[in-house]
């Protein structure tokens, strides 16, 4: 049986992103949701938490300043003797050709949302691609 969608974690730069994001995930999917700004703060929270709260999946920006999506999802998956490396993650781009969702698949990503997401239908898509993995 697959384990049910619970909590995600958003990890995007920009706030109004990251707030309404959060707010639709919460409000339309009833999921809990924690955001990150940076893949850095992400990285820190993850590496602190237990496997007891980990977030189900991940949703990650592409384009970050720093460290940017390509780079956190690998940093995520070598985490260590650590729950977070299996973690399934999401990308949410404005960089939707079909090369570019390829490459982001072929780096380990469950599946790629568009930007700007539709409020009404991200929980949906979200759990359209939760019941894919």
Not at 18 to 29: D, T
Not at 33 to 43: I, R
Not at 107 to 118: C, E, Q, R, S, T
Request: aromatic fraction near 4%; hydrophobic fraction near 45%.
């Amino acid at each position: 049986m697959m384990k049910l969608l619970k909590t995600i974690l958003t990890i995007d730069d920009d706030d109004d992103i990251r707030r309404i994001g959060a707010l639709v995930l919460k409000k339309k999917g009833g999921f809990d949701v924690v955001s990150k700004p940076s893949g850095q703060e992400a990285l820190d929270y993850l590496g602190s938490s237990t496997d007891n709260n980990l977030p189900d999946l991940i949703i990650l920006d592409v384009m970050m300043p720093e460290m940017d999506g390509p780079q956190t999802l690998e940093a995520i998956r070598e985490l260590e003797s650590h729950s977070a490396a299996l973690i399934p993650i999401m990308f949410m781009t404005a960089k939707c050709q079909a090369d570019e969702v390829e490459r982001l698949i072929d780096l380990g990503a469950a599946g790629v949302i568009p930007k700007p997401f539709d409020a009404m239908t991200l929980s949906g898509q979200v759990r359209e691609i939760w019941e894919g993995i």
